[in-house]
């Protein structure tokens, strides 16, 4: 019979066996020599990895997430863990303890998950689609627009401006997503236009 031997598994067998041989010779019993051969899993081997942008602050640190869970029928993913990325040119590993603690933003019962309206008048938030948040929000812009875009100013002067209306980008969006929210921001006349991670 052929034995399949890993990298991996020789490295644990080598380990189990040399706790397991010098535990003997100091003269632990058989059920302490066989506890200590057991060699706990690493927490993380069973995980997904996913990279993903600390959403707190301008600095933008890269992260890696860790969730468990295969993505198979009934199986629920969740994140377990959260780490600086080594390889994110902004940070390099490293975490303040605000992005340290993502974990517990991401589990937290208050996070808002999905868009919410709260209609006119109304003291009570409704869960909406995306399709509904986008075109209400695409309706209210092009009537602002409509309304207050000025074209010339009081000497006569073009200067297509739109100031009604302000436009907030994400610390998390990279600068090629932040250069085409500029363009498109910037298109409709809008100046009041900023990035968090002023990109
Ligand atoms: S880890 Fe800290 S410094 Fe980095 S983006 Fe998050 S809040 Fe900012």
């Given at each position: 019979?052929t034995?399949?031997?890993t990298?991996?598994?020789l490295?644990?067998?080598?380990?189990a066996?040399a706790?397991?041989?010098?535990?003997g010779?100091?003269?632990f019993g058989a059920?302490e020599?066989a506890?200590?051969?057991?060699?706990r899993?690493?927490?993380?081997?069973?995980?997904?990895?996913?990279?993903?942008?600390?959403?707190y602050c301008s600095?933008?640190?890269?992260?890696i997430?860790?969730?468990?869970?295969d993505?198979?029928?009934?199986a629920?993913?969740?994140v377990?863990?959260?780490?600086?990325d080594?390889?994110?040119p902004?940070?390099r590993?490293?975490?303040?303890?605000?992005?340290?603690?993502?974990l517990?933003?991401?589990?937290?019962?208050?996070?808002?998950?999905?868009?919410?309206?709260?209609?006119p008048?109304?003291?009570q938030?409704?869960r909406?689609?995306?399709?509904?948040?986008?075109?209400?929000i695409?309706?209210?812009?092009?009537?602002?627009?409509?309304?207050?875009?000025?074209?010339?100013?009081?000497?006569?002067q073009?200067?297509?401006r739109w100031?009604?209306?302000?436009?907030l980008g994400?610390?998390?969006?990279?600068n090629?997503?932040?250069?085409i929210?500029?363009?498109v921001?910037?298109?409709?006349?809008a100046?009041?236009?900023?990035?968090?991670?002023?990109?």
């Open positions: 019979m034995v399949q031997i990298r991996r598994g490295l644990r067998s080598a380990a066996g706790v397991a041989s010098t535990m010779s100091l003269g059920l020599v506890a200590a051969a057991q060699v899993p690493y927490k993380l081997s069973r995980t997904t990895e996913v990279r993903n942008t600390c959403p600095v933008a640190c890269g992260v997430m860790y969730s468990l869970g993505g198979a029928k009934n629920t993913q969740s377990m863990h959260i780490e600086g080594p390889d994110h902004v940070n590993g490293t975490l303040c303890p605000k992005g340290a603690g993502l517990d933003f991401v589990h937290s019962e208050t996070r808002t998950k999905y868009p919410l309206y709260r209609k008048g109304s003291d938030w409704q909406v689609t995306w399709d509904f948040a986008l075109d209400r695409a309706r209210l812009m092009k009537d602002d627009r409509d309304k207050n875009f000025v074209a010339k100013n009081a000497s006569g073009t200067v297509n100031i009604t209306t302000g436009f994400a610390s998390a969006t990279t090629e997503t932040a250069y929210t500029y363009k921001v910037r298109s409709t006349g100046l009041v236009f900023d990035n968090q991670a002023r990109v």
